[in-house]
């Protein structure tokens, strides 16, 4: 069965730094496209970061500089570090394998609230 | 970056009716390569992740009810909920995988009337 946990999420002052880690089971990171998508409370669906099977990474424009995608191949997770966060990117931030043809698997999310 | 726009925002059916939701991308995303439209639909319940039901425009994830059909090309396309459960009322986003950065439209809430 294919399951993703994420862990990091909690609360950062503005500016400050957070790793979130996905830890993955029932398949292997290293041979799939591994993203990562948040949503702010109440709002949609941003994607943020993918990181492909040849180690190859994208990351949108709004994290791009500050956001760092990686992958452990070895403990099979998947590793997002957030820098200078900020007031807008409090959300719930999910990790998920996307297919090449949809985001079939998802975690539950871990809530970053960034405030003062 | 491709824009996906989608209507209406919000959208009430009476049970067993159908509900339609309609997406628009701001450029052509059919994928030359296999002919087929790079786009896929996602169904959100409160508190839970999306649930991919639809990819390549009109085909239909493993265990996603038949009343749920995707269709459309180019830059238009719908999906139909072809008679409303009330286990269907949530929040649906289409998604175009084309080209990253990958982008969502801005999701559809789908309620009972």
């Known amino acids: 069965e294919v399951q993703l946990v994420e862990t990091g999420g909690g609360l950062i002052q503005p500016g400050g730094s957070l790793r979130l880690s996905c830890i993955a089971s029932?398949?292997?990171?290293?041979?799939?496209?591994m993203t990562w998508v948040r949503q702010a409370p109440g709002q949609g669906l941003e994607w943020l970061s993918v990181?492909?099977?040849?180690?190859?990474?994208y990351y949108a424009d709004s994290v791009k500089g500050r956001f760092t995608i990686s992958r452990d191949d070895s403990k099979n997770r998947v590793s997002l570090q957030m820098n200078s966060l900020r007031g807008e990117d409090t959300a719930v931030y999910y990790c998920?394998?996307?297919?090449?043809?949809?985001?079939?698997?998802w975690g539950q999310g871990t809530l970053v609230t960034v405030s003062s | 970056d491709i824009v996906m726009t989608q209507s209406p925002d919000s959208l009430a059916v009476s049970l067993g009716e159908r509900a339609t939701i309609n997406c628009k991308s701001s450029?052509?995303?059919?994928?030359?390569?296999?002919?087929?439209?790079?786009l896929a639909w996602y169904q959100q319940k409160p508190g839970q992740p999306p649930k991919l039901l639809i990819y390549?425009?009109?085909t239909r994830e493993s265990g996603v009810p038949d009343r749920f059909s995707g269709s459309g090309s180019g830059t238009d396309f719908t999906l139909t909920i072809s008679s409303l459960q009330a286990e269907d009322v949530a929040v649906y986003y289409c998604?175009?995988?084309?080209?990253?950065?990958?982008?969502f439209g801005q999701g559809t809430r789908l309620e009972i009337k």
């Open positions: 990181i492909f099977s040849g180690g190859s990474t």
């Open positions: 450029q052509s995303i059919l994928n030359s390569s296999n002919k087929k439209n790079s």
């Open positions: 029932g398949f292997s990171v290293s041979t799939n496209y």
């Open positions: 390549w425009a009109f």
């Open positions: 998604q175009q995988y084309y080209r990253t950065p990958i982008t």
């Open positions: 998920a394998r996307d297919s090449g043809a949809g985001i079939k698997d």
